[in-house]
């Protein structure tokens, strides 16, 4: 096979009508130019060039030969400005993961402003549970994704880059005709007799109701399953019971529900940015998780 780059001197040597000419362009010397022109003669198996006491001229191959290297200078040429566009955020895709409650609230404001920075870079986000988000990373189906756990389930891989990116601490949801609804905060302990709606399907929020009314003293009797946060506050705001809810999943209350800051705190979530170690981000990733962390600074 053919070395590209003496095909690509031997375009430079016809452009220059020599071997000193180009040997003094490129910083070389003639006998490295004459040199690697001679092993290109060897590969195609035939002269590519007539030397004469005035310069060098093309033989039919020569010539055939270096319109082939007018094309490859092209195409390189070609392909260092796309990377430059990616290298300049001005073209690529840059897809991500997140969850439902963050999607709600902490994603939207770096989205925004991402588009408006980048508008060549095409943005697409995929919402999942914790398992699908993984899967997605490992796929590289997504380049990072925004993650949670708890100080009973923190993410512990050796493959994958963790950021903390803030807190979110539970609030208590009760109705606005409550006894504890006009309170500026509440602790667990005294709604230890009040039914409760948690998440269905074995949420990770239902777990952290149960470890934290544990912890308070008391099993949670509950009268509800709820499958999104929108559910729970329309169950919250019936009288059916009180809830438990990220903070981050708040941001739009219901009229009759009241949102009460938990004393002391318990089962604080963190909010997680993650990639895997082996994947390094491009730059429209890294512009994008830069972002993301001045949203997380602007919520906390």
Known sequence: MLDVRRVLLLAEVARRGSVTATARALNYTPSAVSQQISRLEAEARQPLLERHARGVTLTDAGRVLV???ERIERELTAAE???????GLRAGTLRVGTFPTVGASLLPPAVIAFKEAHPGIRLTVRSSRIAGLWRMLENREIELSLMWDYDWCRIDRDDATVVPLLDDPPALLVGDRHPLAHRRSASLAQLADDAWITRADNH?????????CRAAGFEPQIAYEAHDYQEAQAMVAAGIGVALAPT????GVRPGVKVLPLRPRTAVRRILLVRMTDHALTPAAQAFAELLRR????RS
């Open 81 to 87: 400005n796309e990377l430059a566009d990616f290298a």
């Open 248 to 251: 981050l999943a708040l941001d």
């Open 295 to 298: 949203s997380a600074t602007a």
């Open 204 to 212: 990770p929020v239902a777990e952290a109701l149960t470890r934290s």
């Open 67 to 69: 319109e082939r290297a």
